[in-house]
C-alpha cells in the first residue's frame, strides 16, 4: 500500500510539488520583513519509507524548531525549519587505557540526520483552531558519529564521524493548531501574543545518499568494516509541539 500510495505522489502530484518548493525558495525572501512573527518545535516521529525502509528498521525519533514570517492580513507564512532525527544507536562497553591506569569506557554510535528546510504555509489566521498545509524544500545531512566516554566521570575522550553525506529533500503536510491563550486573530494590529498547540504529518521525499544503520560497523580479524549503504532516503513525519506567535 505505501508502495503504491508514494509511486502515485511521484507522479503528477510529485511534479506539482516540485514547482511548488522552487516557488517557496523565490518567495521566501521576501517575506522575512513581514510580520508577525512565529516560533516554535516540538517532538518528531520519523519512520522510513520506501527504500530507507527496506534498509533501516524501526522508528526514528528527534526534535524540530521553526522561524516563520506571515504577510499581514494573508494566509500565507513563509520561513526556515530545523529538524535532527536519531534512526538507531549502539552503546557497547570498552577499556581505555592511557598513561594512567586502564578506565571503564562507553562507547555510543549513533545514526542521525540533520535537516534544513525552507518553508510555506496556507492557514487562516482566525480562529480557534487554526488547520494548514504547507510544503517545504531543503537539505538532509546524514551522518554517524561515535562518542567515546569515560564511563566513571561521563568525560568525552574521542568524537569520530564515521560517514556523512548530502541530499537534496522535499516534501508536504499538513496539520492543525489549536490556540491554548491569546486572541482568536492573529492580525498584526494585535498586541497580545497566543500559544498554541501543533500537531500535524509530512512526507519527506529525500535523494539518495550513503549511510550507515545499527550493525553496519564491525570488526574481523582486528579490522574496523564499515558496511555502507546507499537510497533514497524518504520520511513519514509525525510532529506534536508548540508555538508562540506574536
Same mark, same amino acid.
Given at each position: 500500500?505505501?508502495?503504491?500510495?508514494?509511486?502515485?505522489?511521484?507522479?503528477?502530484?510529485?511534479?506539482?510539488?516540485?514547482?511548488?518548493?522552487?516557488?517557496?525558495?523565490?518567495?521566501?525572501?521576501?517575506?522575512?520583513?513581514?510580520?508577525?512573527?512565529?516560533?516554535?518545535?516540538?517532538?518528531?516521529?520519523?519512520?522510513?519509507?520506501?527504500?530507507?525502509?527496506?534498509?533501516?528498521?524501526?522508528?526514528?525519533?528527534?526534535?524540530?524548531?521553526?522561524?516563520?514570517? *506571515?504577510?499581514?492580513?494573508?494566509?500565507? *507564512?513563509?520561513?526556515?525549519?530545523?529538524?535532527?532525527?536519531?534512526?538507531?544507536?549502539?552503546?557497547?562497553?570498552?577499556?581505555?587505557?592511557?598513561?594512567?591506569?586502564?578506565?571503564?569506557?562507553?562507547?555510543?554510535?549513533?545514526?542521525?540526520?540533520?535537516?534544513?528546510?525552507?518553508?510555506?504555509?496556507?492557514?487562516?489566521?482566525?480562529?480557534?483552531?487554526?488547520?494548514?498545509?504547507?510544503?517545504?524544500?531543503?537539505?538532509?545531512?546524514?551522518?554517524?558519529?561515535?562518542?567515546?566516554?569515560?564511563?566513571?566521570?561521563?568525560?568525552?575522550?574521542?568524537?569520530?564521524?564515521?560517514?556523512?553525506?548530502?541530499?537534496?529533500?522535499?516534501?508536504?503536510?499538513?496539520?492543525?493548531?489549536?490556540?491554548?491563550?491569546?486572541?482568536?486573530?492573529?492580525?498584526?494590529?494585535?498586541?497580545?501574543?497566543?500559544?498554541?498547540?501543533?500537531?500535524?504529518?509530512?512526507?519527506?521525499?529525500?535523494?539518495? *545518499?550513503?549511510?550507515?544503520?545499527?550493525?553496519?560497523?564491525?570488526?574481523?580479524?582486528?579490522?574496523?568494516?564499515?558496511?555502507?549503504?546507499?537510497?533514497?532516503?524518504?520520511?513519514?513525519?509525525?510532529?506534536?509541539?508548540?508555538?508562540?506567535?506574536?
Amino acid at each position: 500500500m505505501v508502495e503504491l500510495l508514494r509511486t502515485s505522489i511521484k507522479g503528477s502530484v510529485g511534479r506539482s510539488l516540485r514547482v511548488f518548493c522552487i516557488l517557496l525558495i523565490f518567495q521566501c525572501p521576501r517575506a522575512m520583513f513581514a510580520q508577525p512573527l512565529e516560533i516554535g518545535g516540538g517532538f518528531m516521529l520519523a519512520l522510513p519509507q520506501s527504500q530507507f525502509k527496506r534498509n533501516v528498521e524501526g522508528v526514528g525519533g528527534g526534535l524540530n524548531a521553526y522561524l516563520s514570517y *506571515a504577510q499581514e492580513e494573508q494566509p500565507f *507564512a513563509f520561513g526556515l525549519q530545523l529538524t535532527f532525527i536519531n534512526y538507531g544507536s549502539e552503546d557497547t562497553k570498552a577499556v581505555i587505557y592511557g598513561p594512567g591506569n586502564p578506565v571503564d569506557g562507553k562507547v555510543t554510535t549513533s545514526n542521525n540526520i540533520l535537516s534544513v528546510h525552507l518553508l510555506t504555509r496556507l492557514q487562516p489566521n482566525v480562529g480557534a483552531v487554526r488547520p494548514y498545509l504547507e510544503g517545504l524544500a531543503g537539505w538532509n545531512h546524514l551522518f554517524t558519529e561515535t562518542l567515546l566516554e569515560d564511563e566513571g566521570t561521563g568525560e568525552t575522550i574521542q568524537t569520530r564521524t564515521n560517514l556523512d553525506d548530502d541530499a537534496f529533500s522535499y516534501g508536504a503536510g499538513g496539520g492543525v493548531q489549536i490556540r491554548l491563550s491569546g486572541p482568536d486573530s492573529l492580525a498584526a494590529d494585535e498586541s497580545s501574543a497566543t500559544w498554541s498547540l501543533i500537531l500535524g504529518a509530512r512526507y519527506m521525499f529525500g535523494g539518495r *545518499a550513503k549511510y550507515l544503520k545499527e550493525g553496519s560497523i564491525t570488526r574481523e580479524n582486528g579490522r574496523v568494516v564499515f558496511t555502507t549503504l546507499e537510497s533514497t532516503t524518504d520520511l513519514f513525519q509525525f510532529l506534536i509541539g508548540v508555538s508562540y506567535h506574536f
